[in-house]
């Protein structure tokens, strides 16, 4: 809804609306909201904003110096379907109370690299996110001084094949069965619909939906190209949405990279290419793939910085549990076209100069997106200013499945990192591509290391896990 504030503040009139919603996203990814009665909603709420408490949100400002105040950004209205009072709802951007911009908030930073893209390449940047995740019907966890455990349940579940529950219809996906499933056994197709419905209808331009791989209710939207910042703003609304629509029919979204054990993982593959006047600036007819000399060495921009990439496009300690060999996941740096186990993939379905892209497979829907593709963007500027040739760094192009190449050769080829420890040591050592223009800052990334290690990392490594009581407890 891209209304000015004149005509925002008509439509609240008009429309009736009751109550004004303002989300504002913390440095590991959360929303979190503040709402104000529409009467209060007036032409300096988008000047002077909301007074907030910002040392309440993970990865901001310390006790002692919290208070900030949010400013809604107006092209970001949409109606919020989900509160019984009628509810129009704006993504914000924090400040200092003098004014000036919160130099951690992720949406600065997505604006940042935005400027930066402009001051050394035409055009501009656009990227087309493919949101992975599970819908479930029941997900159980706790983890105590005593206990540790999950529990997680799916109607379209193979394990529920031979379940007595009276009727049992059968209609079960097999284990890694279920991409582009059909019902009876897609029992989540009319809720993904529901879903893109409502996603369009906040402004989200839907690709398509379908079901994923995995058979216990894995699924898949994708949405069209836009710029960096609205992207961004796109994937968290629909986060919002697909949450919030499955919560109304009782069931349970899990973004999780790997949810189930020997059962797919769910990423965030990530298309992208720099366009000028509605054309590819990555599209060459002669070139590998069709790919310009730009989309070359943007390509090795990424692949270069691929391992710090990750501590920011993979920010979990799940994530590195689909990152793994046999799932399609890419594991190896190297690009190649139409290769879906390779970390960049080039699509060869769709080449023409429109639309010629990459696909970087690696990030997932944990990601905070405004770091996630601001962090991309970079890389792959870095890539361009350095002119970095991805064939002569050794990232490939590699057109095989290089699990049946020869030891020797494939011992060759670059791996991601294993773990979010490794991801976040590698970015300790190579982030100085996030610091130019100003776009990212040494204290933004020192803190997100730090949060990560303390608040991820090591508790994890200290709990006692249910398998090793499997492995040891009779020992």
């Not at 898949?220 to 710029?227: A, P």
């Not at 060459?284 to 990424?302: K, R, T």
């Not at 497979?361 to 350095?386: H, K």
Request: proline letters at 6%.
């Amino acid at each position: 809804m891209f209304l000015t504030i004149e005509e925002m503040l008509r439509f609240v009139k008009d429309e009736k609306i009751e109550m004004i919603d303002f989300k504002v996203i913390d440095l590991i990814g959360r929303w979190h909201h503040v709402t104000i009665p529409a009467s209060r909603f007036n032409e300096l709420t988008f000047v002077q904003g909301i007074g907030i408490d910002a040392s309440s949100y993970p990865g901001y400002k310390k006790v002692a110096s919290g208070d900030m105040k949010i400013i809604p950004d107006s092209s970001t209205a949409i109606l919020d379907t989900f509160c019984e009072l009628k509810t129009l709802s704006l993504i914000c951007d924090i400040f200092e109370p003098d004014g000036t911009p919160y130099l951690r908030y992720p949406r600065h930073i997505a604006k940042k690299a935005e400027t930066y893209l402009s001051q050394i390449q035409k055009g501009t940047a656009l990227f087309s996110p493919e949101l992975e995740f599970y819908i479930f019907d029941d997900i159980r966890y706790a983890s105590g001084i005593n206990q540790a455990l999950y529990y997680i349940d799916s109607e379209e579940a193979f394990w529920n094949a031979g379940e007595e529950d009276y009727p049992n219809l059968g209609y079960k996906f097999p284990q890694k069965g279920g991409y582009h499933g059909i019902p009876p056994a897609d029992a989540t197709f009319s809720l993904r619909s529901e879903m893109v419905r409502l996603i369009e209808e906040a402004g989200v331009a839907v690709k398509y939906h379908h079901h994923e791989v995995g058979g216990p209710g894995q699924v898949e939207i994708e949405v069209l190209f836009d710029s960096l910042l609205r992207t961004a703003d796109a994937v968290m609304v629909m986060k919002y949405i697909i949450k919030n629509i499955a919560y109304l029919d009782q069931k349970v979204i899990n973004f999780m990279p790997k949810p189930l054990y020997q059962e797919a993982g769910s990423g965030m593959h990530v298309h992208q290419y720099i366009s000028e006047n509605d054309i590819s600036l990555f599209y060459n007819p002669d070139g590998y793939a069709c790919l310009s000399q730009l989309a070359l060495s943007y390509i090795g921009g990424l692949l270069r910085h691929g391992p710090a990439l990750l501590a920011l496009t993979n920010p979990s300690t799940n994530s590195y549990k689909r990152l793994i060999p046999g799932y399609e996941a890419p594991v190896n740096l190297f690009f190649a076209a139409g290769n879906r186990t390779a970390a960049i993939r080039i699509p060869t379905y769709d080449t023409n100069e429109q639309s010629e892209r990459i696909e970087f497979r690696p990030p997932d829907a944990t990601c905070n997106p405004y770091l996630a593709l601001s962090a991309m963007l970079m890389a792959g500027l870095d890539g361009v200013e350095n002119k970095i040739d991805p064939s002569a760094e050794g990232f490939g192009p590699f057109e095989v499945n290089i699990d049946e190449m020869p030891e020797d050769e494939r011992a060759k080829i670059k791996v991601l990192p294993t773990s979010l420890e490794d991801a976040l040591n590698a970015l300790r050592h190579d982030y100085d591509f996030l610091l130019k223009g100003e776009v990212f800052t040494e204290d933004l990334l020192d803190t997100w290391i730090k949060y990560k290690l303390e608040k991820e990392v090591e508790p994890l490594q200290t709990r006692p896990h249910p398998y090793e009581f499997e492995l040891y407890s009779d020992i």
